[in-house]
C-alpha cells in the first residue's frame, strides 16, 4: 500500500515549517542589517556572520543523535519555544548592551538552533513521506523554505524601514510560539535506540557511526560534501555578505530606499528558492543526480554579469537590477541541487543512521561559510571602489570547482 505524500502529521509539519520560516527568514533579515546600518562596516558584518555560523557547526552533530535518540516532534517543539524567549531577552537588552556583542551572541545562538533543528526535520522526511515520495516531499520542505524566505525579507523590509527593529523582532516571536503550538499534535514514528552508557559515550559512538559510514561504506557522500563545502566558501559566502554590503552600501542609493530594495532582493533570492523548489517537485522523476553538477555550473555561471554590471554601469538600479536577477538564477539552480543532494542522502543512509549522517553532513558542508563569511567581509573592505573584482575572483573560482563536481557525481548511484 502506498503511503500518500500529504498526510496529516507531513501536513502539520509543513505549516508548522511555514510559519517558523518566516520568522527566522525575516529575523536574519532585520537583524544583520540592523547591524550594517549601524555601523557601516562589511569587515565587521562579515566577522559577525562567521561568529553566527560557528554554534551552528558545533550543534549540528548533536541535533542529528538527538534527532536519532529523541522524539523529533519533541525537538522541533522545544527549539522553537526557546528561540521565541531568546528574541524576547533581546528586545528587553537591545537599549542597555553593547549592540555588536548583543547581536553576536544573539545571532550565534540563533544559528546555533538552526544547527540543532534542521536535521530533526530532514530525518522526519522519510518516516512521514515514505520512501517513494522523498524527492517530492524534499522539494515541499524547500519549496515551504524559499516561500517563508520569500515573503520574510519582504515583510521585514517593508516594517523594519517604516517602523525600526522592534516591531519585526515582535511578529518573529508570535511566528515562534505559534509553530511550537502547531508541532505539538504531530506525531513521527520513533524507536528507542540502545545506549552505550554515558551522553558522551552516546556522542562519541554515534558520531563514530555516521563518519565510518560516510568514509567506508558511501564514500560518494564524502565526495559530495567536500564539493559542496567549496561552493559554500567561494560561493555561497559571497552572496551572503555581498548582498546586503552593496544594496545597502555600495550603490548610489538613499538610505531609505536601500533597505526596501535590499529586502527586495532577498525576497528574490527566496523567489528563486520557490522557483527550484517547485521545479525539482514537478521534475522529480526526470532529475539525475549524475547530472546535478550541471546546477551548479550555472549557479557560478550567473555571477559574471554581476561582476560585469559593477564595472561598467554607475547606475545603482540598473546594477541592483542585474544583482537581483542573477541572484535569482543562482538561488533556483541551488534549490534544485538541494534537492537532488537530500534525496539522494536520504535514500542511501539506513533509517537508524540518517539523522546523524544528516547532521554531519551538514557540519562539514557548513564549516566553510564561516570562513567565506569572513573572507569577503574583508576582501570588500580592502577593495573598496573594485568590488566588481571580488565577484568576479569569486565567479571563476566558483566555476572551476562547478566543473570539478559535474566529474564527480557523473559516477554517483542510487543504489
Known amino acids: 500500500m502506498n503511503q500518500k505524500l500529504f498526510s496529516k502529521d507531513f501536513t502539520l509539519v509543513v505549516i508548522g515549517q511555514i510559519i517558523s520560516l518566516f520568522g527566522n527568514a525575516a529575523l536574519r533579515f532585520a537583524l544583520p542589517l540592523y547591524l550594517l546600518n549601524q555601523t557601516g562596516s562589511s569587515a565587521l558584518y562579515g566577522t559577525v556572520m562567521a561568529c553566527a555560523f560557528i554554534p551552528s ?14 522524539n523529533k516532534r519533541n525537538v522541533m517543539v522545544i527549539l522553537d519555544f526557546f528561540t521565541a524567549a531568546l528574541i524576547l531577552a533581546f528586545i528587553l537588552l537591545m537599549d542597555g548592551v553593547n549592540l555588536v556583542a548583543l547581536l553576536t551572541v544573539t545571532l550565534m545562538i540563533l544559528y546555533g538552533i538552526a544547527g540543532a533543528y534542521q536535521p530533526a526535520v530532514q530525518a522526519s522526511i522519510p518516516a512521514l513521506a515514505g520512501q517513494e515520495h522523498i524527492m517530492q516531499a524534499n522539494a515541499v520542505i524547500n519549496t515551504i523554505s524559499s516561500f517563508a524566505a520569500l515573503i520574510g525579507p519582504v515583510l521585514g523590509g517593508v516594517l523594519y524601514s517604516a517602523y525600526g527593529l522592534k516591531p519585526v523582532l515582535f511578529v ?3 511566528c515562534f510560539v505559534l509553530s511550537a503550538v502547531m508541532e505539538i499534535f504531530i506525531h513521527i514514528p520513533f524507536q528507542k535506540q540502545d545506549s552505550a552508557g554515558s551522553i558522551w559515550k552516546n556522542v562519541k559512538s554515534d558520531l ?3 563518519v565510518r559510514f560516510i568514509r567506508k561504506d558511501k564514500p560518494m557522500i ?3 560534501v567536500l564539493a559542496v563545502s567549496g561552493i559554500n566558501l567561494f560561493l555561497s559566502a559571497m552572496i551572503t555578505v555581498a548582498l546586503p554590503y552593496l544594496v545597502t552600501e555600495v550603490l548610489p542609493l538613499e538610505a531609505a530606499q536601500a533597505n526596501r530594495l535590499y529586502g527586495y532582493a532577498q525576497g528574490a533570492l527566496a523567489a528563486g528558492g520557490l ?3 517547485i521545479c525539482a517537485g514537478i521534475f522529480a522523476r526526470k532529475l539525475s ?3 546535478a553538477g550541471n546546477l551548479i555550473v550555472l549557479s557560478a555561471a550567473a555571477l559574471f554579469p554581476v561582476a560585469a554590471a559593477l564595472y561598467v554601469s554607475s547606475s545603482g538600479i540598473t546594477v541592483y537590477v542585474i544583482l ?9 539552480c541551488c534549490t534544485m541541487f538541494t534537492v537532488q543532494m537530500l534525496a539522494f542522502f536520504q535514500t542511501v543512509t539506513p533509517p537508524n543512521l540518517l539523522g546523524k549522517v544528516i547532521a554531519v553532513i551538514m557540519t562539514i558542508a557548513m564549516c566553510a561559510q564561516p570562513f567565506g563569511n569572513a573572507l569577503y567581509g574583508a576582501l570588500f573592505e580592502i577593495c573598496g571602489g573594485m568590488e566588481y573584482a571580488v565577484v ?3 565567479a571563476a573560482v566558483s566555476l572551476v570547482i562547478a566543473v570539478g563536481m559535474r566529474g564527480i557525481f557523473k559516477h554517483f548511484s542510487m543504489s
Open 392 to 394: 568576479l575572483f569569486a
Open 57 to 70: 557547526i558545533l550543534l549540528s552533530p548533536v541535533g542529528g543523535i538527538v534527532a536519532d535518540r529523541v
Open 289 to 291: 543526480v549524475q547530472k
Open 324 to 332: 537581483t536577477v542573477c541572484c535569482f538564477i543562482v538561488m533556483t
Open 208 to 210: 563514530g557511526e555516521s
Open 172 to 174: 518573529c516571536t508570535v
Open 275 to 277: 522557483a527550484g523548489g
Open 222 to 224: 564524502g565526495q559530495a
